[in-house]
């Protein structure tokens, strides 16, 4: 069983930058591929980024490649999300997600997840 908290969302300006924090709670945080997805009201949940066990790979979503980077440190059991360059479409609920399946950007693939954070971008 993993338990996943995320934080550090907020409201902010466009062209402004935020870090959302995901903290795991379990010994076995390293076993898993990682990834964020977002949700906004009306739409269904779209993939943001993922990143592999140790960190060395990274997948990004056209629409945030070049301005949000994920990374994440085992030994605090936690992934994170700086973003940057932040746009009014940005704005949506963030969760972050524990892979199992062969798609790192498919929700389906992912086995469980967070309750989700708040980050809204003003124009």
């Known amino acids: 069983q993993v338990q996943l908290v995320e934080s550090g969302g907020g409201l902010v300006q466009a062209g402004d930058s935020l870090t959302l924090s995901c903290a795991a709670s379990?010994?076995?945080?390293?076993?898993?591929?990682m990834g964020w997805f977002r949700q906004s009201p009306g739409k269904e949940r779209e993939f943001v980024a993922a990143i592999t066990r140790t960190g060395v790979s990274t997948y990004y979503a056209d629409s945030v490649k070049g301005r949000f980077t994920i990374s994440r440190n085992n030994a605090k059991n936690t992934v994170y999300l700086r973003m940057n360059s932040l746009k009014p479409e940005d704005t949506a609920v963030y969760y972050c997600?524990?892979?199992?399946?062969?798609?790192?950007?498919?929700?389906?693939?992912?086995?469980?997840w967070g309750q989700g954070t708040q980050v809204t971008v003003s124009s």
């Open positions: 997600a524990t892979q199992s399946g062969n798609s790192y950007s498919t929700p389906s693939s992912y086995n469980y």
């Open positions: 379990g010994p076995t945080f390293s076993r898993y591929f």
